[in-house]
């Protein structure tokens, strides 16, 4: 007995000798393993880059609006995500409850993790081997959504519970949820809860219904699961007026059928798109959709509100209403209708240019425009520029009409219109029966403009260098002279002796020519005086000053020789006539005759008027500062010329009655471009039309000029006719020789009015006086520097023709 009892005293020994190896063993393994989980846990937590809670409001990016002159939202610059932040107190109360209710149900008494859900989610991801179940809380979704990512992985989960803790340390309840509501995702590419009730219901998100809010707050567990709509092939038995619409850009490799393109004239005809949308359609760019109720949201709405009736945030009847509530979608509009993209398109590239000037680097501007929030205030008026847009659109302005081999009309057209005396672009049209974004701007796009440039070339500069509207020329073929350059005049119609006023007034190139190579010479020298054509000049110089005239008016596309010495704009083809290596784009031409119809000051057409934070900080105002360019007197003396341009000669086309007008017209060679520039007291309007292919048109500038008139006239209709201003400081005298009045600028001389009567002799003997001057001359610019530069002038421009 004694023997066995020993033996089972033994066994039991050794049985808890054994127990407690085991559990020393286990606790071993469990420190190691605690150790090992610590070490990956603070390894985790110390990659992760640190936060600042209290500026969360930075990290939640909010879409840029554009609006026009009147404050009316343009376009809603959408890149990937729209978004629009609200505080919380513009959020109705059911949908904060319907969020808290379904996604977090102790969001008021956990401290950043709720413990129990966490263990409930572990058992649930245990059993299924799977991390579908996160426990994540509303202020671990916070985290997620303004630092981490939506990667499913242990790393991710640390980091969000590490910064959810620290944004709990720093933030209300309140401001947790108000950000989570704004930073959630709710599918389609809108971000937040007031994008969302616009999207999906037009409305804002104060007027949704409890119905609505329990729907949008089933959303963000799997947004494209629950979104409220999916898209849907347009049947043929749909009635389209009462169908909501989504355009879908079109996938790669497919091509819109005529069926479909039929859908996109329909859709045209009821006004539901409108015709740049069509032609986005037409061109295979867009493909137009349904947007069909999805009746999974219907189900998982069903669910939240039930949820909140067992929480007690709705009464019984409230829950009972909600569920009979006909859900209809109604989907918000992002954009204006009726409007090209090309002056948004302009607007951004100046925002990004001021964003630059205040310190951000481009990629940085580039991605604040879209994600920044800012209220960009234009000087666009939507009146004017959905006016404009139908005008241009009418093909009856272009004769010889025709669409081309990519599907856009031709010619193409492109117009400008701002005011001159704040620089605010109002309309800017980049083309016809095009959206814009991609597509060409013809607005921005540099072509020749023809004898459109006179006026801001050579007579300005030949103003402000002391020239007079009484000064006289000879209007003469120049083929017997000795002069390097021989440009004609259109049809070889020639005035002879003449004043300035008439060589502007009558377009003449051989005029334009020779008052631009006196340019900082002396005009009284007797070398000048006493010839036909003056020979103590400098052509070079005036051909530089013309330049730099140029360049301080806004033109950007000048080419100078050190940029291009073979083929460049030093050259009186170029600077004279028109005949430009690139050439003008309209925008900077209707800026460049802002002098004009400005007293003289240079205003830089501008898009941006200002930019206002989401928090309501102005960080750019337009100053409208000018530039003064050129004496006011002078100003007023070329504009009182352009005038009977508009009453008299080639831009009779642009005049209405009951407005005083100034423009000038501009054929190019071989009719490749028609212009018409020309201002009012109000406005300054340039109008190009070419086509894009750079062959000829089959009408002059005249037809640019009807079409100004046509664009023009209507933005007349009420306001008062007014003269252009008359400073003081000129004084209309007669003038011995031209034989008539003119207006001269107070300080200023009429030049080679001796001309006037002089007798233009036949060519004779060589041996006579005229021709040994001749000869000299000619052995004389065998030195002279300005020789080389007259020659490169003799090329594929040198018979340019303006008009």
């Not at 006086?769 to 530069?789: E, Q």
Request: aromatic letters at 8%.
């Amino acid at each position: 007995m004694k023997k066995n009892r020993k033996r089972q005293t033994g066994g039991m020994l050794r049985f808890s000798s054994i127990i407690k190896i085991l559990l020393i063993i286990v606790l071993m393994v469990l420190v190691i393993l605690g150790t090992f989980l610590g070490a990956y846990v603070l390894s985790v937590l110390k990659q992760a880059p640190p936060i600042e809670p209290e500026n969360y409001r930075n990290q939640i990016k909010e879409t840029s609006k554009v609006y026009d002159d009147n404050k009316n939202l343009v376009q809603t610059l959408v890149l990937n995500e729209f978004s629009e932040y609200v505080s919380l107190d513009s959020i109705p109360k059911d949908l904060q409850r319907a969020v808290i209710a379904v996604e977090d149900e102790r969001f008021y008494d956990h401290n950043a993790v709720d413990f129990k859900r966490v263990v409930g989610a572990i058992v649930h991801d245990l059993k299924t081997r799977s991390l579908q179940q996160g426990a994540s809380t509303i202020t671990m979704q916070l985290a997620k959504n303004l630092y981490t990512n939506q990667a499913k992985s242990i790393d991710r989960k640390l980091t969000d519970i590490y910064y959810a803790y620290e944004l709990e340390s720093v933030l209300s309840k309140d401001q947790i949820l108000e950000a989570y509501l704004n930073s959630a995702g709710f599918s389609k590419g809108t971000v937040g809860v007031q994008a969302a009730a616009k999207t999906f219901f037009n409305k804002n998100v104060t007027e949704l219904n409890l119905a609505e809010c329990a729907l949008m707050a089933g959303i963000t567990n799997r947004p494209e699961k629950y979104s409220p709509y999916n898209r849907g092939n347009i049947e043929p038995n749909d009635d389209l007026s009462k169908t909501e619409i989504v355009l879908r850009p079109i996938a790669e490799g497919e091509t819109n059928n005529e069926a479909i393109i039929s859908i996109g004239k329909q859709l045209l005809e009821l006004g539901i798109i409108d015709n740049f949308e069509y032609k986005q359609i037409e061109n295979s760019q867009l493909v137009p959709m349904k947007a069909v109720f999805n009746p999974v949201s219907k189900e998982r709405q069903e669910l939240i509100l039930k949820l909140m009736l067992q929480q007690g945030y709705i009464t019984e009847e409230e829950y009972n209403e909600a569920l009979g509530y006909e859900i209809k979608i109604n989907l918000g509009q992002r954009r204006e209708k009726g409007i090209s993209s090309f002056y948004v398109d302009e607007v951004k590239k100046e925002t990004i240019s001021i964003l630059k000037d205040l310190g951000y680097t481009h990629e940085e501007a580039s991605n604040k425009l879209y994600t920044g929030g800012f209220s960009i205030e234009t000087s666009m008026n939507l009146d004017m520029q959905k006016k404009v847009e139908d005008i241009v659109s009418n093909p009856s302005h272009y004769p010889g009409n025709f669409t081309d081999e990519k599907g856009n009309p031709q010619p193409q057209v492109a117009s400008v219109i701002m005011d001159p005396h704040t620089g605010e672009v109002k309309a800017l049209i980049g083309g016809r029966g095009i959206v814009g974004s991609s597509n060409l701007n013809r607005a921005t796009t540099p072509r020749q403009p023809g004898s459109s440039i006179k006026p801001i070339s050579v007579y300005m500069t030949a103003f402000e260098d002391g020239a007079t509207a009484a000064d006289v020329y000879l209007d003469s073929s120049l083929n017997g002279s000795k002069l390097p350059y021989k440009p004609r005049n259109v049809g070889n119609s020639y005035q002879g002796w003449t004043t300035i006023r008439n060589l502007l007034r009558k377009s003449s190139n051989v005029g334009a020519y020779l008052v631009a190579r006196d340019i900082g010479s002396d005009r009284n020298n007797k070398a000048n005086t006493a010839y036909s054509y003056s020979r103590a000049v400098d052509e070079k110089k005036a051909a530089t000053m013309i330049m730099e005239n140029l360049e301080n008016i806004g033109i950007s596309s000048l080419v100078w020789p050190e940029d291009n010495p073979a083929r460049n704009d030093m050259n009186f083809s170029a600077l004279s006539l028109g005949g430009m290596t690139k050439g003008i784009s309209p925008l900077e031409m209707a800026g460049a005759y802002t002098p004009l119809a400005n007293q003289g000051e240079f205003m830089k057409p501008t898009f941006v008027q200002k930019i206002t934070t989401s928090s309501g900080e102005v960080i750019y105002e337009n100053k409208k500062e000018g530039k003064k360019v050129m004496s006011e007197q002078n100003a007023y003396v070329i504009t009182d010329i352009l005038e009977e341009v508009v009453t008299q000669t080639t831009g009779r086309n642009a005049n209405f009655p009951r407005m005083h007008i100034a423009g000038k017209t501009g054929t190019t060679n071989s009719q490749k471009e028609a212009w018409f520039v020309g201002y009012t007291p109000y406005y300054v309007c340039s109008v190009f039309i070419g086509r894009d292919d750079h062959k000829p048109l089959p009408f002059y500038s005249t037809t640019a000029a009807s079409l100004w008139r046509s664009i023009m006239q209507p933005l007349h209709e009420d306001l008062e006719d007014k003269e252009f201003e008359e400073p003081t400081g000129i004084k209309k005298e007669y003038v011995k020789g031209v034989g008539k009045s003119e207006l001269i600028v107070e300080g200023t001389e009429a030049h080679f009015t001796n001309k006037m009567v002089r007798y233009i002799p036949k060519p004779k003997p060589k041996t006579n006086d005229d021709d040994k001057d001749n000869k000299k001359d000619k052995d004389d610019k065998k030195t002279d520097n300005n020789d080389k530069r007259d020659k490169s002038s003799k090329g594929k421009n040198s018979d340019y023709r303006g008009r």
